[in-house]
């Protein structure tokens, strides 16, 4: 009886399946991809296990006392100093013990709590409030988080109001000061650079011509020419016997300088409005301000978002040039730190570790730029 | 304005004369706004100017330009704005702003090659099929994007000088060429009688070169049969140099580097501050430049790269021939403006001490000198000047870039 | 809203203009401190410890000022400033006076609009080298790399010295004190050179003090000292002669120990404002002087807690010492 042996289905060879496919479609599939994928095998080889080497395999880690928002982690209990630490690999708790000062600088440590609290409104405000999808108050609460943020913040910072002793702002440094220059510059910089964009787009000739001289020059110069005008030339236009603080004069070049880069993006926003949305505003009879603040600037502002997002990345990149001009943002407390007598020579660390916490909180925000791009650019295509 | 009021006269007078209509008039409020901007910038100035008068007669600070030519008394770290303008201490003020700007300008031009190439590269690798040179390119991206360029420049710059070797253990190449953590050591030309006739010997190569080229390109165009040109470029460009360089017996010594004391001397020294600065402003530049030139490629429609495959050309040619031209039409603008922004980050070598224009000038002189007003406008000015200089670039390039198109 | 903005920033110019100009010790009495500039972290000089506290010579003199005028030696803002800030700080009236290790000359003197109030450390510029170099005179710097700070008249004084000594050299510049000594530190030059004083301040910092010579030549002469504004000499007194009370203070033999001893030594007890008028010169209560020399102590006492030889700068008194023990230091008599 003739039986139909059911043979087995042959698999596919090997080289059509898988990983093996996978390899060759994306890494060989010619021989100047093969010699392309070696080269960068090579590079990484080079690269990554040096490095390796010395964050984790050849640094020392648990020693000292970590500082971390205010809550102490002990390793162990004698002083820990740069003897510590070989010379061969990383020294984290140089970072354990200087922790403070990157976060905070010389702010009094019995008033942590103060900058804590504006570190988790911080995160509120521009992490958490734009994450969570769309509910009943959303704009309400995000509006009214923008306005109350600066003077909150302030208040608790600054003191000087009942139980809040006054800390004077050469106290305020690390983290804290870069989060404060870049919070205050771009939301004090918005309205600034949303006029100087509606000057330029004016008809009135001569607030137009203000505004476009300002932006231009603004534009054409470096940030470091203009901290130094605010830090040295400043004092000098105003009566003699008054002065603006140090960190206030940085911070009103600052806010002037994104301004005129604002304008820009939001002038693109504006451009973009079809005019008849202009002609419609003109028709039924709205007047200049009605006209802006209802029908234009809504519409412009919404196109805007993801380049204001991406100029905002552009500011808080900036924050550390005030290094410069000698305030003690995070990147200039790597130079403070590592001449401790007790931690010479540790900027390698410290750089490492600025990169790190910076490359973090820039990076969330491109992809958050990103998302928006993309969210509005399917919004406007429906 | 007096037409205007006229007739805003004019129409009231059926109603009797009302300063409402003036009120309402538009072009009435117009000229008021315009006015009284113009009175506060005005006046904001005038009392600034005021103050700025008061304040440095009053403190009895110095004003004007004299400076420029007083004795500037300080020693510059030796680089190629002190070669060209042969500064010592006994020089003028006025020749630090010009080493500055030298050194400023030499570090914005190689930049802007470097991070061009760096760029086009890596905007090329981020497009590729391989799987890994793609991630590597867009690692690249996100890495080097994401970190303020001051960081960047201090992190170089102290990564320079902590891992290199002292001058007497440089890493030597051919010991003509030596690398140490003071910079890089390269052989110094030093032309002798006759060089210019082999400077000339070039030039006329690259015209005769330039003529053949339109030659066959026009015969090309005429009958279709196409010349490859480049060994007649080869003979006339390099060839026709060295050959008269030979003939001449050698016009050029080379001034190499021998150890010192202390530091290598003799040769040409590119000092670390200007390497990390360099390499650091092109690294991150760079990043900016090939997400230029990836959105260009991405902009060039699909079609057109299927109609080039579809006639027979190889992927080289069709990048070549059809892609990149296409996409260096959206790229190149933003790619320009990169350049701009490049070359006014230089200004933060002065975290660095490498001494252009703010280092130098912006720096030290203003210490020394204390007249911030007069060295700051100077500075901005300069900047200013760049900057619009490169506008006029974009512009034309725009212009050049709408004709050739649709 | 923009012409309010512009209206706003003219208003805080114009109430500038409106506002009184007063002196400066009224000034210093309202607010209830003094606010003085000071170096961003020189060990011995003016330094923050690490419960942030200011401790240092040039600290010493900002409370000392305080204590004369306020009464109390703690009633100090310190602002830390560069070398290149400093004037302008000065000048714009951000800080009441400066004592950040400056170095008097005629031209800050009399060009910047700026009075030196007196020298409370006599230093020198010296260079400072590894041992491992084996040099032992600034003479064989021939060739060599040398670290230097930005803004300062130790650029000068290199430049001068190189070409009078025909020696040269590459400066290698730094921003900041602490880029300086990292520069110096990875070999990126050969030599360090700054104030004597700041030397051995450095060498004391490192890791193996040992490792590290500072050389015999002083190439400059760096009186470095307390500034006012021009303008106002009541001020100026005021500053001169609080230094000048810790000096007179030391000569006389009063710490602040004594202080509250009753002598027959008719200069002593017009020092101590028991008896004499000096007060009503400068503006200020009968005990200034005895409130400066209690708070702070004399010059000697400042020098050995900071930056004396049982500290780890050990600086000796050398021409720091007073006249009568074979130093520089000499204050006009109180009377």
Redesign the interface.
Known sequence: MPVFDQQETRKPPISQIGAVLWLKT??F?SWI?SV??LA??Y??YILIPPLLNWMVFDASFSFGTVNFFGFEIKFSEEMAT?DNCGRVGACWPYIYEKLYMYTYG?Y?RTETWRPNIVFGLTALLFVIVPLVKNYKYKNRVTLSLIILYPLISYVLIAGGFGILTPV?T??WGGLLLTLIIASVGIIVSF??GV?LAL?RQS?????KL?STLFIE?I???????IL??A???L?????????F??LLRALIGIALFQAAYFAEVVRGGLQAIPRGQYEAADAIGLSYLQKNVLIILPQALKISIPNIVGSSISLF?????V????LFDM?AM???T??D?YW??R??EG?VF??MV??AI??TM?RYSRKLELRFNTENKN | MKKLILDSIGKSQHRGLNFRDLLYNNEARAFFFQVVTFILVVGLFYTAIGNLFHNIEERGINTGFTFLKNRAGFDILPFLGNYLVDYTPESSNFSVFYVGLINTLVVAFIGIILSTLIGLLIGIARLSNNYLVAKLAGGYIELFRNIPILLQILFWYNLFINIFPHPKQSFAFFDIMFLNQRGLYLPKPIPEDGFMVVVLALLVGLIASYFVKKFYKKKHELTGVHTSTWPFSIAFIIGLPIIVFLVLGSPLQFDISVLGKFNLKGGMNVVPEFLALTFALSVYTATYIAEAIRSGIEAVDKGQKEAAAAIGLTPTQSLKLIILPQALRVAIPPTINQYLNLTKNSSLATAIGYPELMSAFGGTVLNQVGQAVEILAMAMLVYLVISLFISILLNYVNKKMAIQGR | MKQLLKLSAATLLVVGALGVQASTLSDVQAKGHVSCGVSKGLAGFSAADSAGNWTGVDVDVCRAVAAATLGDAQKVKFVPLTAKERFTALQSGEIDMLSRNTTWTITRDASLGLNFAGVNYYDGQGFMVKSSLGVSSAMELSGAAVCIQAGTTTELNLADWGKANGIDYNSVVSDTNAQTLTNYDSGRCDVLTTDASGLYSMRAAANDPSEHVVLPEIISKEPLGPVVRQGDDQWFNIVRWSLNAMITAEELGVTSATVDDVSNNPERERLMGRSGSTHEYVGLTPDWTYQIVKQVGNYSESFERNIGLNTPIGIARGVNALWTDGGILYSPPFR
């Open positions: 994306n890494l599939s991809n392309l994928t960068s095998l590079l990484l740069n010389f009094p004077d050469d106290q309205p600034i006029l000057g008809n009135l000739k001569v607030i203000f020059f534009r054409a110069v470096p940030l470091i020419t130094f005008m830090s040295f030339v004092p000098l236009f105003l009566e003699s016997g008054n002065y603080d140090k990149k900036d924050t550390t040039l290094l410069i001009i000698g990147l790597v130079n403070l590592s001449n007598p010479l020579g900027e390698p750089f600025v990169t910076m490359w820039l990076y491109s």
